[in-house]
């Protein structure tokens, strides 16, 4: 009995300093600098735009979205300790309303649309070093199906120039912006009927705007990838497919010049919403004399090393040892999950990918029951007698973060496993950024006045659960963070992020505020 005691007594002993030691290697990140303003959520907006180029921070406020008399409209800028440098006000006319934004160095560019003329635009573009604005109006009155342009799903900036995707006679093409002449026109290289899975990188590097577009036949499904200037014009243009009974689903292109162009994404067997596992492609390589790929990769999640991490050991020994059985037979096991890939991030010599496998939820009202989502290998839903699915926005259980070398060949893989990470529309949460040794990466997100990250070692395995509260900015004074809504985190300059939000904080002594922050959280 004393020997069995002393083996389970040096078994917690041994336990703890693991766990001692692993807390030892992951080191915590510091909040160094907070900003405040006096917002709160039902009388302000704010589009945050943390720039890389000078470490600043520039935010677009409307201190007023609900006003039917005037806009209220204004530029602040923060440096790299968040201390406030000036405050800039945009006059905007009261019939548009804010659409998109994006950023270039240190330029912010704000799109609005008349809400009288879908065809009436206006750019608002901000200098972030001298905190200039300068608008420009386009009036697209002979623009043939611009009645019909209404949702402007994105917007993106090359070389002081907007590219805008838009939905145009049920296809998506994009619409040119130049800002310097105050011209306009749809890009009729880019012209995909919906739906499509449709990508897009302004490349500062290479200045070229390049686009991933998926097309389908309903059997098998390819990749066109087109690659235009900073002004527009078609530069090259190829399909991707492949041989096999794989279809190519979505995908990225990397950053650089045409000698260093690797397409990495997702392949299908045969059925177009879901995806099998990863491919990629050295582009540059070119094709066979058949029109063949021979630099085409593909990874099946089965064959990934952390891919299941989400999953409980015996649940994922059982899926794997279903996936051995049917690859024993010359069949291959179905998977049903859905990612939505980030932009390339070059990283040691070649690029890193992360991808977040995301599930539509439902709500069911009436009679009967039903499961929300799915989980990779199971069918959405089952019912037991009539009921009506409500659409309630997306539920991510998990981030892959893959290396690859500029070949398109996988060196390694990796898992962060999500926390309650449920989200109305279907946008990235999970950020990236590398520590400072430059061998390892911090992925990171925030939920709830809390941020979750981990530290990710090429494919060592590491906790999922890490997670520090938001700082608030009062040193020494007992205070409580709540109702935390519009929250998020951006990757911003080094090993930093920004975290940002509204708050309501609870003081033991003073007052309580409401407040939108802007939080510096380092892993320096």
Not at 121 to 138: E, P, S, Y
Not at 199 to 214: C, E, H, I, Q, Y
Request: glycine residues 6%.
């Amino acid at each position: 009995m004393k020997q069995i005691l002393f083996l389970v007594l040096l078994l917690t002993l041994s336990t703890g300093s693991v766990r001692w030691s692993v807390a030892q290697n992951h080191p915590t990140p510091t909040q160094p600098a907070r900003a405040e303003l006096a917002l709160q959520t039902y009388n302000s907006d704010v589009q945050v735009h943390p720039l890389l180029e000078d470490s600043s921070v520039v935010l677009l406020v409307d201190r007023d979205p609900y006003s039917s008399s005037r806009n209220h409209y204004f530029f602040q800028k923060f440096d790299s300790q968040l201390r406030q440098r000036w405050e800039t006000p945009l006059e905007v006319p009261q019939e548009f309303r804010l659409v998109r934004t994006t950023f270039e160095g240190t330029s912010v560019y704000a799109l609005f649309q008349s809400e009288y003329s879908a065809r009436r635009l206006l750019v608002a573009t901000l200098n972030g070093r001298t905190g200039m604005v300068h608008t420009t109006t386009f009036d697209m009155k002979n623009s043939r199906g611009m009645t019909d342009t209404r949702d402007l799903y994105d917007v993106k900036a090359l070389d002081g120039n907007l590219f805008v995707t838009v939905l145009l006679e049920r296809h998506m093409t994009v619409l040119l912006l130049d800002l310097q002449h105050n011209e306009y026109r749809f890009l009729p290289s880019v012209y995909e009927e919906i739906p499509t899975n449709f990508t897009f990188l302004a490349d500062s590097t290479s200045k070229r705007a390049k686009f991933v577009m998926s097309q389908s036949n309903g059997l098998k499904s390819r990749l066109l990838v087109k690659q235009l200037s900073d002004k527009g014009t078609l530069l090259h243009s190829e399909y991707v497919q492949a041989e096999s009974e794989r279809g190519l689903l979505t995908a990225q292109i990397s950053p650089g010049e045409d000698d260093q162009r690797l397409l990495t994404g997702t392949y299908t067997l045969r059925d177009s919403r879901y995806s099998q596992g990863l491919f990629a492609a050295d582009l540059a390589a070119g094709t066979s004399p058949t029109g063949g790929r021979p630099s085409l990769r593909f990874y099946d999640f089965l064959n990934l090393k952390h891919f299941f991490d989400y999953m409980k050991p015996a649940r994922e020994a059982r899926l794997r040892q279903r996936g051995e059985r049917l690859r024993a037979t010359e069949r291959q096991l179905r998977l049903h999950f859905r990612l939505m890939i980030h932009d390339l991030v070059p990283f040691q010599n070649g690029y890193v990918m992360v991808a977040e496998v995301y599930y539509p939820r439902y709500r069911y009202d009436g009679y009967g029951y039903s499961n929300s989502y799915s989980y990779g290998y199971t069918y959405p839903y089952s019912t037991m007698g009539p009921s009506l699915r409500r659409f309630e926005g997306y539920y991510s259980s998990h981030a892959i973060v893959c290396g690859f070398d500029k070949k398109g060949n996988l060196l390694w893989d990796n898992t962060f496993v999500l926390k309650d990470n449920s989200h109305g529309d279907l946008e990235e949460t999970v950020r990236l950024r590398p520590m400072p040794d430059g061998k390892r990466l911090v992925l990171a997100y925030m939920e709830d006045n809390k941020i979750h990250y981990k530290i990710v070692d090429h494919t060592t395995s590491s906790p999922n659960d890490l997670e520090v509260p938001v700082q608030t900015s009062s040193i020494g004074t007992k205070e409580k963070a709540n109702n935390a809504s519009q929250e998020g985190l951006l990757p911003w300059y080094g090993s930093r992020f920004l975290a940002f939000g509204y708050q309501h904080v609870h003081a033991d002594r003073g007052s309580d505020r409401d407040v939108f922050f802007l939080n510096s959280v380092a892993f320096d």
